[in-house]
């Protein structure tokens, strides 16, 4: 008798192959024509060190498994052939291909096997949005359903098929789409009509990866894909966790009293030191809400499951950016659930208008905790998750005296140290203006303390090479304060002067970065389907 083989050893070299797996997926390819049989069988199987293998049972010998092959099921399977794993839609990343035939012996294992039951492998955000991601393997994904679209029809030679876009956040603050086609739009619907949708996990297993109007999405193939919502898998837990230890990890924001959390434990940043970010964090941002972004679609989810998560256009001196905010804390800050917003709304029959109450937001200024994930995708446009919010003044004017936004650079003549706080208009004169002399020596003094720092702890000074560094540094710090100088003080001429006509004329030195436009984040393509269905 010959030995048991790992999965992951199999290859044509081998004779008398023989593996003991799980089937942990099975689906049947139709038959063309009358044939009461299917085309084919197809598996995946699994063993218990986690390898998996594509399996196929070819028309000629599907009589004699359909009966016999059973998905969920372990069992011993030998003598079989081996093929090459080719096709665009791979279940795995074996280098082969297992074909049953007509020698291939299958023997039921007992239930109390070792092997995993569904061994999921799931794929982060990052990974699948990596620049030359290969999309020709199907991948396993789990997220929170963040977002359900509505029911929709594609026309296609003849044939109508209803599909549903969702959002899952399948990273903590991270959004992707997936497009549900056909018996799984029709499954997504019976979950949805079970009452048990709420905090809702979702689990897609071999799903299909594309690249959509640039942009990756999800979207199932016809057959394969499996879908599960709240599975109670150790895998699936181990999801839940991590984003509450995510929570407990940042100091468990939501139980912090607003002093310390906004004035103790997180560093102030302006909304341009966000964006320089090349690590993940979390810091506070003291910012004006400019617009409300994407209206109408400040809500998600339906019936009773319906849930807040709101875009917001934010500014401050330095620049602007997307600060998206969830249910809670936005039920924190407007006082109402999105039901009572949205019951009124559903009534009227018109969903179209944004609601009143999100509306009085804009103007105002609040400090935010955000959070900073960073990606790899040059596509990928940044947006920030809102933990925490307040619009307290006291807290607010502790935040501006504990970091002053410092102007260091004022190009009209030399170096102005002016905080936020401070006014720079004074009659038709800015103050504090020094020479461009004195402009050069304080550079020269900022480059004689990095130099003593360094002599601090080294007995060598700055060498050429790195007082050029220093330069370079000391001009790039420079030309960022124009951009944060520059847009204070067409801030301070339009509260002076009164007539539009004068507000333009004295901001003609605003550069193009003034005028920024938004980003448009996690747009759910309700109006679009990911590509041709296969």
Known sequence: MAGIHKIADINPTIDNLCVRIRVIRLWTLPSYGNSPLPYSIEMVWLDEDGGKIHASVKKAFVSRFVNLLEEGISYQIRYFGVGLNKGYFKTTHHEYVVNLNQRTDVHRLPESSSIPRYGFKFVSFDTLNAPGYDCTYLVDVVGYL????????????????????????????????????????????????????????????????????????????????????????????????????????????????????????????????????????????????????????????????????????????????????????????????????????????????????????????????????????????????????????????????????????????????????????????????KTSQQQLQQTSNNIDQLQSQRASTSNSNLDTKELEEVCIAEKGRHLRQRKTFLKELAINLSKFFEEVEDITENTTILDDSVQIEYPAIFDVAENTVFGNLL
């Open 146 to 433: 963040a977002g359900i679209g509505n029911e929709k029809t594609l026309e296609k030679d003849g044939k109508s098929t209803k599909y549903t876009v969702i959002e899952l956040e399948i990273d903590d603050g991270k959004i992707m789409e997936c497009a549900l086609f056909d018996n799984y739009a029709h499954e997504l619907n019976a979950f949805l009509g079970s009452g048990n949708k709420d905090g809702a996990v979702v689990v897609l297993q071999f799903v299909r990866v594309k690249l959509f109007n640039e942009k990756i999405v999800l979207q199932n193939s016809m057959y394969g894909t499996k879908m599960f919502f709240n599975l109670e898998d150790t895998t699936v837990i181990q999801f839940k966790n991590s984003f509450v230890r995510f929570e407990e990890s940042t100091g468990n924001i939501g139980g912090i009293p607003n002093e310390a959390a906004f004035l103790k434990i997180y560093q102030g940043k302006t909304i341009e030191q966000l964006k320089e970010f090349e690590t993940n964090s979390i810091c506070i941002v003291l910012a004006t809400i400019s617009h409300i972004m994407d209206t109408p679609d400040w809500w998600y989810g339906q019936c009773e499951c319906n849930r807040y998560r709101i875009k917001l256009g934010v500014i401050d001196d330095s620049d602007c950016a997307c600060f998206v905010v969830f249910d809670k804390e936005a039920k924190q800050v407007l006082g109402k659930s999105c039901v009572e917003i949205l019951d009124p709304l559903l009534l009227k029959g018109d969903l179209s208008d944004t609601p009143t109450l999100l509306l009085n937001l804009i103007d105002k200024t609040f400090l935010f905790i955000v959070e900073v994930q960073i990606s790899d995708n040059p596509h990928f446009s940044p947006s920030y998750k809102v933990k925490k919010m307040t619009d307290n003044v006291d807290l607010i004017n502790k935040f501006k005296e504990a970091h002053p936004i410092q102007i260091d650079v004022d190009y009209t003549g030399g170096l102005l140290p002016i905080s936020k706080t401070s006014s720079i208009i004074e009659g038709e004169k800015v103050k504090g203006a």
